[in-house]
Each structure stands twice: as C-alpha cells, then as structure tokens.
C-alpha cells in the first residue's frame, strides 16, 4: 500500500471514532428517561435498583439518610408499576413526586 493510502484510511478510521464516541455520549445512562413501558417490561429482579435510584435521586433528607433498600422493595416498587400501568409512556423521572 501506498501511504497516501494508509493516510486515507487512518483520516477516514478516526473520523469515523469520533461520530461513533460522539454518539455514545449522547446517551444518559441514568433511568430517569426510561420509559414506564421499558419499566414494566424488564426483569423483575432489576426493577429495584431503578426504583431505589427514582425514589432516592435529588432528595435531600437530613443527616445524609435515604430510603431504605427493603422499603424501596416492598413499598416504591409496586406503586411504580401501579403507576406506570396508568401512564406507559410517562418517564420514570416524571413519577417521583406521586410515588413519594
């Protein structure tokens, strides 16, 4: 190969990261913007660690406390799905304030 070749494609390869890593950045990861569909639709087994995140994120309870894992569990869980039941489309940050 030629190196006008080589440089070509090692100009086209880079470009072509950069789009891909720009794309990646793009996406939250958080479930804030999960769907109440996506939700209901998941693993029952993962449903406690979104709700635990729901139910606990940009709340300021004294002394550092949050709510608890068990209570997440066997209370916020179920009123999620219950919720979402209603709403399907609904983000699972847009329930905070009626699950609490």
Same mark, same amino acid.
């Given at each position: 190969?030629?190196?006008?070749?080589?440089?070509?494609? +090692?100009?086209?390869?880079?470009? !072509?990261?950069?789009?891909?890593?720009?794309? %990646?950045? &793009?996406? &939250?990861?958080?479930?804030?913007? !999960?769907?109440?569909?996506?939700? !209901?639709?998941?693993?029952?087994?993962? !449903?406690?660690? +979104?709700?635990?995140?729901?139910?606990?994120?940009?709340?300021? %309870?004294?002394?550092?406390?949050?709510?608890?894992?068990? &209570?997440?569990?066997?209370?916020?869980?179920?009123?999620?799905?219950?919720?979402?039941?209603?709403?399907?489309?609904?983000?699972?940050? &847009?329930?905070?304030?009626?699950?609490?």
């Amino acid at each position: 190969m030629n190196l006008k070749v080589s440089i070509s494609i +090692i100009i086209a390869a880079a470009a !072509m990261a950069t789009t891909i890593n720009s794309a %990646f950045a &793009e996406q &939250e990861t958080t479930p804030q913007n !999960m769907t109440c569909r996506e939700f !209901m639709d998941m693993n029952p087994k993962s !449903m406690t660690p +979104i709700a635990f995140w729901v139910v606990n994120r940009n709340t300021d %309870f004294k002394g550092g406390d949050y709510v608890h894992w068990h &209570e997440v569990e066997t209370v916020a869980v179920p009123k999620i799905f219950k919720q979402c039941q209603k709403t399907p489309t609904a983000k699972l940050g &847009e329930l905070t304030p009626a699950i609490k």
